[in-house]
């Protein structure tokens, strides 16, 4: 932990949340994954304690933390169950952080607030059966008539989908221009006549987290929730993804002390050959390859967190957080369940839950072979590593 870079009230809200995942979530961990049920009675718990809107400022019901707080927050759901802190990053690093990045006043009073207050749960709908990582390609539509927007579509793998109130939602408003100025952002809730949401996927990992299609069927949107300018949307889902990327690599962080704390209890338990097996040479190699590549994400993470909350450019950095973040933790999560042999295996141990919620990270918040395309763009763009 590098404490120099974090307040009192940081700190604070540390072990408040690490308390809170000790005492409330770890004992859950388990009964979410195997129930594959969201663990709503917790997440209304996250809310009171304020815990769904740490990133933002008090004006708009939030904690005032800032980015630094929230991947503090972040970090420690983490380290207890994947599920969980899954749910509350849909909300606030996608769907709420939307409305904040680029919401007016009035958006922000309407929506914003009760996101941040807990008193609703946010998600972000941009991905679709032919869309993914190309995002030019979005085929849900947004036909203007009057004072209204008629959305028609259907969205894929919305985390969230099925429990959220409100849905920030990127249609295509220009066929034309598409990526240049044909995507636009729209605010929508879920009582609206002509949305509605699919069934659970059923998932390797994290599935304790809602991931669904949503389907919008002759949706009309006031032009009220125009979320930024008309054709902006595309530029609203990339700001929004840049800051989402980070608070990813803070769950990935989590995961990873996690892991490692399960893998050095388990090494020092654990006896053959007459010994415990953390007297191995080799099991020693594995928690040292851990604990160094852990040290890294750290310290990128919150040193990127900082350049958020003091409103420098970060795009480049994310995408190194992320890309970095998630594949350290794959390596973390095979090193550690090496380390259990074949007790890892097994559904008793939680590391068995962490090897399998792991995998995805590499995919969601855009997939790392994009994340590779960022940062390499960025460094073409600039001509230099500065």
Known sequence: MIDFTFTEEQKMLREVARKFADDVVRPRAAEIDEKEEAP??????????????????????????????????????ARA????????????SLGSMAIYLAGNEEQKQTYLRPLAEGKKLGTF????????????????????????????GNKTFITNGNIADVVVVFAVTDSAKRLHGGITAFIVEKEWKGFRAGKPEKKMGIRGSPTTDLFFENLNVPKENVLGEIGNGFKVAMQTL??????????????????????????????????????????????????????????????TAGLIDQKMPFTRESAICKLVASEVLCRVADRAMQIHGGMGYMREYPIERFYR???????????????????????????SYE
């Open 125 to 152: 709908a941009l991905t679709e059966p032919g869309a993914g990582s190309d995002a030019g390609s979005l085929r849900t539509s947004a036909q203007q008539h009057g004072n209204c927007f008629v959305l028609d």
């Open 40 to 77: 709503m009675d917790i997440i209304r718990k996250a809310g009171e304690l304020g815990f769904l809107g740490v990133v933002f400022p008090p004006e708009y019901g939030g904690g005032g933390f800032g980015e630094i707080g929230y991947c503090l927050l972040l970090e420690e759901i």
């Open 242 to 303: 840049d800051v989402a990327r980070v608070s990813l690599a803070a769950q990935c962080l989590g995961a990873s002390k996690e892991m490692l704390n399960l893998g050095i209890k388990h090494a020092k338990e654990r006896v053959q050959f007459g010994k415990p097996i953390a007297e191995q040479q080799a099991i020693q190699l594995m928690l040292a390859d851990m604990a160094s590549e852990i040290y890294q994400v750290e310290s990128i993470l919150y040193r």
């Open 81 to 92: 169950c994947s599920s969980t802190a899954v749910i509350i990053g849909g909300h606030q």
């Open 357 to 383: 919620d792991a995998r995805v990270n590499r995919i969601f918040e855009g997939t790392n072979e994009i994340q590779h395309l960022v940062i390499a763009r960025d460094l073409i763009k600039r001509g």
